[in-house]
């Protein structure tokens, strides 16, 4: 008898396991989905489709990350990136600090993160930590010209009072929006660690090769 109740209780917990590692997988894949289809959008200008994407991949993600504890695969450094890119396009703020937070902690040189948590934390009107956020930023070396004038600009501004948050946040944005968007441009010369097939596709193209399954490492 207990023999047969240890077994049911084992069954128990491994049904209960794959169950919870198989929604965790589905949040992620939607999440990176509708990440796709904002990110297209985003491109093309179509800027209610924007909202209504990021919004989505915001929640998918949000369910992810909610799990206890989150699955290996929405740890993964590349969904974080992505989890905390769609949780600040959703208004999603602290989410989007906490994400970006475990994002760098994996990987330093994930310029993103630290530049939509300063956005985030900007957005909390918590001026000195966002300011310390863009500085990382500039720190973390991220080859990004039009974007990095932008958010060095807004530092000595925000630094020296001569410039607000509120004016900061949609600068820093649009010059974000200008920099893929200037990347995918120039996305003739490609270099071969940003290809489409790569963790951090979003960087230089409009969507990801459809032939590969990116987000997996």
Known sequence: MKKQLA?????????????????????????????????????FKRMDNVDKYFTKAAE?????????????????????????????????????????D??????????EGFLYKGLSLAAMDEKEEAVKAFIAYMKSSPGQPILSSAVE???????????????????IEKAAVDQFQNNVTLQNTPRESEQCSAMYWWRYNKAPCTEVQPFTK
């Open 60 to 100: 998918a993600y949000g369910q992810a990350l909610a799990e206890k504890p989150p699955s290996r695969t929405t740890m993964f450094a590349s969904n974080l990136t992505m989890a905390g890119m769609s949780l600040y396009y959703a208004d999603r703020y602290q989410e989007c600090v906490d994400a970006m």
């Open 7 to 43: 077994f049911i209780t084992a069954l128990f917990l491994i049904t209960t396991m794959l169950t919870s590692t198989a929604f965790a997988w589905r949040s992620v894949r939607t999440g990176q989905k509708n990440f796709e289809r904002a990110w297209s959008a985003l491109h």
């Open 153 to 171: 600009k807004q530092i000595t501004d925000l630094e020296t009072d001569s410039g607000t948050l509120t004016t900061a946040i949609p600068i």
């Open 102 to 111: 475990m994002a760098v902690k994996k990987d330093d040189r994930i310029w």
